[in-house]
């Protein structure tokens, strides 16, 4: 019994060793298969404000093909985010932001995440003196099932005495899915901050049901029971040596009913043959939400956006 229990023992005991080591050497092989990434941001002023290009490569110089950049400040607010496709991102900002401004690619399976500093051009428009905000997310891409919803956090930091309210609105969000803002207006006061939640909700699938038409037996009853009682008034009447006030009363009440279940045995029959359509829910694929914020004090207009990634599995 010594012999066969110190058996077991060492058998468990080499198991769990060998688990732990292939955890290991899986973890090891997964952060092996991740190559180094070499990311550039380039600016150019242009009509629509300052575009920032993102590049990711290996060392090598192979572009990388998924992830997203998301463009930050030295605390880590986010000013959108964009796609990564064919090796490059880009996004647009109305201005270039006061302080220095990054570039934070999210890395994915092949490709490790990495950081840059802006390299703004000679050209670029930097924060004028004049009242104004900023607006940032956290986070600024977001992976959803069908059904799923999102939030992402957004802040408006006012800029040399800025105190008007800020409208926000969203655009560019695919079908079957919905932007809610909590609250959709906000206005910083005394130099703060001010936040709200946008929620992204999407909707899945749901297939019609199969609804069998009504039956021949139930339009029979619907039909004959009625006729079968106004019949029966009209005998009553019949027998009687003259028609009364009751007698025509009770007539009309009996046509009546028989009306009134000829319409809703029809309302039914429409329903039960003619089902709603089937809601196919959100495709997946890849979108870019735009988040506008818009002020207007009667003098001036100063608007801003950003945008968001949105996955749909």
């Not at 496709?85 to 890395?107: D, F, I, R």
């Not at 106004?230 to 046509?255: E, F, M, P, Q």
């Amino acid at each position: 019994m010594i012999l066969q229990f110190l058996r077991h023992s060492i058998s468990r005991s080499s198991l769990r060793r060998a688990a732990g080591l292939a955890i290991a050497f899986s973890f090891l092989g997964i952060a092996h298969a991740q190559v180094a990434t070499h990311l550039q941001l380039s600016s150019q002023t242009g009509e629509h404000g300052v575009a920032y290009t993102a590049s990711v490569s290996d060392i090598a110089g192979s572009p990388a093909t998924g992830g997203t950049v998301s463009l930050e400040n030295a605390q880590g607010a986010s000013f959108g985010s964009a796609f990564v496709k064919n090796g490059e991102a880009t996004l647009t900002l109305n201005q270039h932001p006061a302080g220095p401004l990054y570039a934070v690619y999210s890395g994915d399976s092949a490709f490790r995440a990495s950081t840059t500093t802006a390299q703004v051009s000679s050209n670029a428009t930097t924060t004028s003196a004049e009242p104004d905000f900023t607006i940032t997310a956290n986070p600024t891409s977001l992976t959803l099932s069908p059904g799923a919803y999102g939030t992402v956090v957004l802040t408006i930091t006012p800029q040399n005495g800025f105190s008007d309210m800020v409208t926000l609105s969203c655009s560019g969000n695919p079908a079957a899915s919905a932007c809610n803002f909590s609250p959709v207006t906000l206005t910083p006061l005394k130099g703060a901050s001010a936040s709200s939640s946008l929620q992204i909700t999407t909707q899945a699938s749901s297939g019609a049901s199969l609804v069998w038409p009504m039956s021949r037996s139930h339009t029979a009853y619907a039909l004959v029971l009625p006729g079968i009682l106004a019949l029966i008034g009209l005998g009553a009447i019949r027998r009687r040596s003259g028609l009364n006030l009751l007698s025509v009363i009770g007539v009309i009440v009996l046509l009546g009913a028989s009306t009134l279940g000829l319409s809703a045995c029809s309302q039914r029959w429409g329903y039960l043959n003619h089902p709603p359509a089937a809601n196919f829910g959100i495709a997946p694929g890849t979108y870019t939400v735009t988040v506008a914020a818009y002020s207007n004090n009667g003098a001036a207009v100063t608007s801003h956006t950003l945008d968001i990634a949105l996955t749909v599995k």
